[in-house]
């Protein structure tokens, strides 16, 4: 069952911040992001795992809240080169592949 | 140079063809998953292995198939019975251990006229 992620798209100006969210019906073990660019590959970005740390990744950040079977992403200080489609794919106690949410699209504006 | 090749980046096929997608790695890597992204729809796992000679259904695997005779390889046929088989498709590898990262290859983006 795919994860849920919202917003669906978000437009920002270079500079601002943004949060985007993944929730899941089913108990979790990790949690995976990835960033897209059109026509390319996803690249990942960071693995949240089941009683792990926040992680951080230069300005672009992510928790993992178990008791809510939720994550959430943090890009601060956005650049040009956020814009992209954000993917967050679960992984789920009993299951083993990944689970990917239909994607939030982010366009960073000068 | 490491990593994973899919092969052609762009496939046309008529109507009632079935199309094989290559998908080979080097980067020794147990686990190989196929994807279907379409526009919206974010990525939707279609087939996946976990080791030599076995694999497993994803949650939309009618229409398509697959093998894995070699650890390296998993080739993708999509057949005459898929309905709308026209879709951008990624092939990924990791680890078998759940906290690994997953590597994309570049994708085929196949077109059916």
């Known amino acids: 069952q795919q994860p849920v992620q919202s917003p669906q798209a978000v437009i920002l100006r270079e500079g601002e911040d943004a949060v985007i969210n993944c929730s899941s019906s089913k108990a979790l073990y990790s949690v995976h992001w990835y960033r897209q660019k059109h026509g390319e590959a996803p690249v990942f970005l960071m693995i949240l795992l089941k009683g792990g740390e926040q992680k951080g990744h230069e300005k672009i950040s992510a928790s993992f809240n178990e008791k809510k079977q939720q994550s959430s992403l943090y890009l601060t200080a956005s650049q040009l080169s956020y814009s992209g489609t954000y993917f967050c794919?679960?992984?789920?106690?009993?299951?083993?592949?990944?689970?990917f949410g239909k994607g939030t699209s982010l366009l960073v504006t000068p | 140079d490491g990593g994973i090749t899919q092969s052609p980046k762009y496939l046309f096929r008529k109507e009632g063809q079935n199309v094989t997608l290559s998908c080979e790695q080097n980067?020794?890597?147990?686990?190989m998953y196929w994807y279907r992204q379409d526009p919206g729809q974010g990525l939707r796992l279609i087939y996946y292995?976990?080791?030599?000679?076995?694999?497993q259904k994803g949650d939309i695997a009618e229409g398509y198939s697959v093998s894995r005779e070699k650890k390296e390889s998993f080739p993708l046929t999509v057949t005459s019975a898929q309905k709308n088989p026209t879709a951008f498709y990624l092939c990924?590898?990791?680890?078998?251990?759940?906290?690994?990262?997953?590597?994309f290859g570049p994708g085929t983006r196949l077109t059916v006229l």
């Open positions: 292995s976990q080791i030599v000679n076995d694999f």
């Open positions: 794919g679960t992984v789920s106690n009993s299951g083993y592949a990944l689970n």
């Open positions: 980067l020794n890597h147990d686990a």
């Open positions: 990924a590898t990791k680890q078998t251990s759940a906290n690994n990262e997953q590597f």
